[in-house]
Structures are given as C-alpha cells and as structure tokens.
C-alpha cells in the first residue's frame, strides 16, 4: 500500500461546477498535508496546506481533513479552465520533514 | 530572493558522463530538499539538509549521488556516471522549520536531466 494515494483520474469538471479531489494517507504519524498544482513541465505550486481537523477555506479552495478517516480532500468551487491541471496530495510524518506524495490526480475543466 | 532558484534548467549527458545540479533557497529558509521526478507524476525524496547538515539521506542512492550545503553557496547535486534511470527532473523546494512544526516547502522550477 501506496503511503498516499490519490486517484489518478483523469476527473473531468465542467467550468462552474465544484471539483472534488481526495487522497487517503496510511501513516497515522502523519501531521500535515499539502496541495499542490502542478501544470505540465512546470514546478509544483502550493495551494493550500492543513494541519488540524475540519476544514481550511482560501478563496475557491477548501481543505479538509479528517484524521480519524486517514482522508484529505480540496474542493475547488466556481472551476475555470485555468484550474486544469494534477493535483498533488502531499503528507509530511511527524520528525521527518520530507513530503510524501500521492500520484496525482489530473483534473480538467470543460468550458 | 523570494522564490527558489534552480540551474540549469537542462542538463544533457552521456551516459556514464557526471552531472551536477544546483539549488538557491529562499532567503531565510533553513531546509532544503531535493526531489526526483520521474513519468507519471511519481515524486521520489532523495535528500535534505538544516542549513549545512544532512538532516535525512534515506532516498539517496549513494554509490552514485552526492549533495551539499556550504555556507554562502549554492546547495548541489552530483550525480557520478549517470544512467540512463536517473532521467528525470531534480526538484529542489525550501521551507522554514521551527520548534518541530512543519512549514510549507516551495519548489524552484526544476532542472530536467536527460541522460542519453
């Protein structure tokens, strides 16, 4: 089992509509985690990150996190176009520093 | 600076040929870290540092790979005699740590090595 897992889709939204993107993580020591878009040949950028239970709003995006469930998932209300792109779920485990990925999930918007 | 800085952004080499990489953090950043991406997003942690110490090495293949972190200097990444496997692009992000909380890390937009 993959320490974070994501699907790897393609998902497919249609411009307006919320995209729903979901990882589950297997480390219970895990204690942040991290979203990252990545666009085709360019360098992964952070979106949003979330430490504690519940959920973390910033403009369109949402984080939530449910440690009980060992599940991180980012909503992104109003999808443009502009948002397709993989979306990469990220854990740090406590002491270690390092990320751990999951595989990406590629998201596309429909105009 | 503001953001992380990489060079080159390709790097061509034969195979057996070496290959060098570097890595500028964000000012103030006391973590660096280098990541390889490889085909189909697959990320893999090869090393990181606290300022100029190793903090974790677990991902370095380390009869080939080497890195470094000297004051005032750019971070490195050596790879002796490449292969053919180690095409991929070499990330290095940065972030700052304190009191055992995790900050976020920022990646520089990545050197993409093909070794031929």
Same mark, same amino acid.
Not at chain 1, 68 to 95: E, H, K, N
Not at chain 2, 14 to 31: R, T, W
């Given at each position: 089992q993959k320490e974070v897992e994501q699907n790897s889709g393609p998902l497919s939204v249609p411009e307006g509509a919320i995209a729903s993107l979901n990882c589950t993580y297997s480390?219970?020591?895990?204690?942040?985690?991290?979203?990252?878009?990545?666009?085709?040949?360019?360098?992964?950028?952070?979106?949003?990150?979330?430490?504690?239970?519940?959920?973390?709003?910033?403009?369109?995006?949402? $984080? !939530?996190?449910?440690?009980?469930? /060992?599940?991180?998932? +980012?909503? &992104?209300?109003?999808?443009?176009?502009?948002?397709?792109?993989?979306?990469?779920?990220?854990?740090?485990?406590?002491? $270690? !520093?390092?990320?751990?990925?999951? /595989?990406?999930?590629? +998201?596309? &918007?429909?105009? | 600076g503001e953001e992380v800085a990489q060079t080159p952004k390709h790097l061509v080499?034969?195979?057996?040929?070496?290959?060098?990489?570097?890595?500028?953090?964000?000012?103030?950043?006391?973590?660096?870290?280098?990541?390889?991406?490889?085909?189909?997003?697959e990320f893999k942690f090869l090393i990181s540092f606290q300022n100029e110490n190793v903090f974790d090495e677990t991902g370095m293949p380390k009869e080939r790979f080497s890195a470094k972190c000297l004051p005032n200097s750019p971070c490195s990444l050596e790879i002796q005699a490449t292969k053919l496997e180690d095409s991929a692009v070499y990330f290095c992000a940065s972030s700052q740590v304190m009191a055992g909380m995790t900050y976020e890390q920022y990646f520089g937009p990545g050197t993409r090595l093909t070794v031929t």
């Open positions: 480390d219970r020591g895990s204690q942040s985690f991290f979203w990252y878009r990545q666009y085709s040949g360019k360098s992964p950028e952070l979106i949003m990150f979330i430490y504690s239970n519940g959920d973390k709003e910033d403009g369109r995006f949402t $984080a !939530q996190l449910n440690k009980a469930s /060992q599940y991180v998932s +980012l909503l &992104i209300r109003d999808s443009q176009p502009s948002d397709s792109a993989t979306y990469l779920c990220a854990a740090v485990i406590q002491g $270690a !520093q390092k990320l751990v990925f999951g /595989q990406g999930t590629r +998201l596309t &918007i429909n105009p | 080499r034969g195979e057996g040929q070496k290959a060098k990489l570097y890595c500028a953090p964000i000012k103030g950043h006391s973590y660096v870290f280098w990541y390889q991406q490889v085909l189909k997003n």
